[in-house]
């Protein structure tokens, strides 16, 4: 078993070692933010846009990254690097830090920056093969205006509840709808929908967290020459859809192929769903100015 450092407010700490206060208000009170992010062949993907919905999230809760954006982008990278990694998922972590057991985040003395480097937990390929069967859970999304999906925060509950109720209905994801019935995510993924060839992703402010594979995905189909729209839509819309995926990090392009009893189009993943995927997995090894040069990721990987 391979040691692994997790990088703690600019020391490395054995994985083992690495822990935080109890009174860390990223543990008493979800108060903080992450990112989750992929490392394929060496290739950091899409780092930069990581970082920058790390620092608009911090920028949001006023929480004072004690890094810049480019000093964090190196820390990354040397993280990854020192845990020789080539394939790898990294969790990055900034919580409000230790204070006291009160709400206060003035009392808390400095941001905890956290990196860790592990390895990636893979669907099995059956599943990509085969689709998901999903159901709409009875918890709605948080509201923009009381916590806003947008920012990638520590505080999660709401989507951990999804997930209990995935689990409960023996489901691997759920469909969260908003306040108002709009489709909004997965508990931990964004949604698209395919109808008569045009693809359609619910806006943001239904209520979704602005995804790094959705975009990447909006980029492809503008590469690929198909049409996408970011438009509210309902469960109807779903049920009726002829293809229906989800994306994220750690799934990638997942086809669903059920949606609450309803079988979607004729149950199996749908061509443009597989097309993207084939493509989605072309460009995480290619895509980023973050990859190592090459004599590097020989050497250092
Ligand atoms: N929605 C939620 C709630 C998530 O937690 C995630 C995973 N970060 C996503 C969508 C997908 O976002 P990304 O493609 O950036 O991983």
Not at 70 to 80: F, Q, S
Not at 154 to 163: D, E, G, T, W
Not at 166 to 186: C, D, I, K, S
Request: glycine share 8%; charged share 25%.
């Amino acid at each position: 078993m391979e040691e692994r450092w997790v990088f703690m407010d600019g020391e490395y700490v054995k994985k083992e070692e690495a822990t935080v206060s109890v009174f860390d208000h990223g543990f008493l009170y979800g108060d903080g933010i992450f990112e989750g992010i992929r490392v394929y062949e060496g290739n950091v993907f899409r780092l930069r846009e990581h970082l920058v919905r790390l620092y608009e999230s911090a920028h949001s809760i006023l929480l004072g990254i004690p890094y810049t954006l480019e000093e964090m982008e190196k820390a990354v990278l040397e993280a990854v690097r020192k845990n020789s990694l080539k394939n790898a998922y990294i969790r990055l972590v900034v919580s409000r830090g230790t204070g006291d057991l009160g709400l206060d985040p003035a009392k808390c003395s400095h941001p905890r920056v956290i990196i860790i480097v592990d390895q990636v937990v893979m669907f099995p390929q059956r599943m990509y093969d085969e689709g998901l069967a999903i159901v709409t859970v009875p918890t709605r999304r948080n509201v923009p205006d009381a916590l806003n999906p947008k920012i990638k925060s520590l505080n999660y509950l709401n989507n951990v509840l999804v997930k209990i109720e995935a689990n409960q209905a023996g489901v691997g994801e759920a469909l969260m709808l908003n306040h108002e019935g709009y489709v909004a995510e997965g508990s931990g993924d964004n949604i698209f929908i395919v109808k008569k060839g045009v693809l359609y992703t619910p806006p943001c402010y239904v209520g979704a967290l602005d995804g790094i594979t959705r975009q990447a995905i909006m980029d492809l189909c503008g590469r690929l020459g198909y049409t996408v729209k970011e438009e509210p839509f309902t469960r109807h819309d779903v049920y009726v859809a002829d293809e229906v995926f989800l994306t994220g990090t750690a799934a990638e392009v997942i086809s669903v192929v059920s949606v609450d009893g309803r079988t979607i189009a004729d149950g199996k993943p749908g061509s443009i769903t597989n097309h993207l995927l084939n493509e989605f997995r072309k460009l995480v090894r290619v895509d980023g100015s973050h990859a190592y040069p090459e004599e590097a990721r020989e050497s250092e990987l």
